[in-house]
């Protein structure tokens, strides 16, 4: 197969194809990132501006501090601006051919650090396990709600990335279904192991650790890497390289190692790239705690499927190829991207 001119490129977990157009070979400075700062004059999120966001949810503070007053390293409120309500009952019912739900869940946003100017690459590692530890926290609490059969934990970094405060953030949602991104990844790993009985994103660690080409960054406990199928140019796939289905069991001690990786990655980027807006995306096991479910509902969910962190600058932009046909075009190969973030 020639390693000239463009590829397609199957997607085994989302079970599509990308096509990497790896003539067009674009570097690092190739990428322009327009940049307009979200600047706002009054920021809700910043220290002793507590009240004017809703009640907290949790928050970790230093000794001494009051809840709903300074003194906090991380906190989690509810969103002002929620895209779901968490009272009631999802009540799915059908309107002729069609069905609906009530719009159900939860709608969080955590505050990473105090600091407004700080960034998640500057922070020191512990100070980034907080948040990490936070995220697997507020998991384990929402997880005991069994109407919620997801939670999505995420980041937009940058308005070009979405982010529509400039104070460093990352949000919570919860919903009553399966989003369809991540039911196609669920389905694929429980195939792969109905059949093989291994886990499919083990599997696919293993070869990314034997064929090393599109591996960025690695320590004994995470490995992150370029996806043989990138739909972006330098996405990265971040996972534990031992096996754990549900992000809530992480430890503290885990959770360290990823904040290092996930510092590290986030710097590489910053020096590539020239500090630019990205997502990232935490995958994890959806809950097993929901009433009423179906027979066999993810019930081998603890041996096939594996959480791993989807991370992404955003360089270049979705169109109507992309809008129509579910497909990217990738114009930097995973393994050139890996080159250039592993040389820094
Ligand atoms: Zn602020
Ligand atoms: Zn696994």
Redesign the pocket.
């Known amino acids: 197969m020639s390693e000239q001119g463009s590829q397609y490129r199957y997607d085994i977990l989302q079970k599509r194809w990308v096509i990497i157009a790896s003539e067009r070979g674009k570097r690092p400075q190739d990428f322009a990132v327009p940049r307009e700062e979200v600047e706002t004059v009054f920021c809700p999120f910043c220290p002793g501006h507590e009240e004017k966001t809703p009640p907290e949810i949790a928050a970790i503070r230093d000794p001494g501090g009051r809840t709903n007053g300074p003194g906090w390293r991380v906190r989690v409120v509810p969103n002002k601006f929620p895209a779901l309500r968490v009272e009631g009952e999802p009540e799915r019912e059908a309107e002729g051919l069609y069905d609906r739900m009530n719009g159900i869940g939860a709608h969080e946003v955590v505050i990473e650090s105090p600091d407004h100017r700080s960034r998640m690459c500057d922070r020191e590692v512990d100070d980034i396990a907080l948040t990490l530890r936070m995220y697997r926290d507020r998991l384990t609490d929402l997880m005991r709600d069994q109407r919620l059969k997801y939670i999505l934990i995420f980041k937009n970094s940058g308005s070009a990335a979405g982010a529509s405060l400039s104070h460093p953030h990352s949000q919570i949602i919860a919903t009553t279904v399966t989003p369809r991104t991540v039911a196609l990844e669920l389905n694929s790993c429980r195939e792969h192991h109905h059949i093989k009985e291994r886990?499919l994103?083990?599997d696919i660690i293993k070869q990314e650790l034997g064929s090393r080409e599109r591996l960025v960054t690695i320590d004994d406990r995470y490995v992150a890497f370029c996806p043989y199928a990138a739909r972006f140019p330098f996405e990265l796939f971040i996972a534990p390289r031992f096996?754990q289905h549900d992000y809530s069991k992480a430890s503290d001690h885990d959770l360290r190692g990823l904040a290092a990786v996930l510092r590290d990655v986030l710097g590489r980027y910053r020096e590539a790239l020239d500090d630019p807006p990205y997502n990232f995306i935490l995958h994890t096991s959806p809950n097993a705690n929901v009433r009423p479910r179906r027979a066999h509902y993810w019930d081998t969910i603890e041996f096939d499927f594996?959480w791993h962190m989807e991370l992404f600058p955003r360089l270049t932009r979705v169109a109507g190829f992309e809008w129509g046909t579910g497909f990217y075009i990738n114009p930097t190969s995973p393994e050139d991207a890996a080159r250039y973030l592993r040389s820094l």
């Open positions: 886990c994103i083990c096996h594996h």
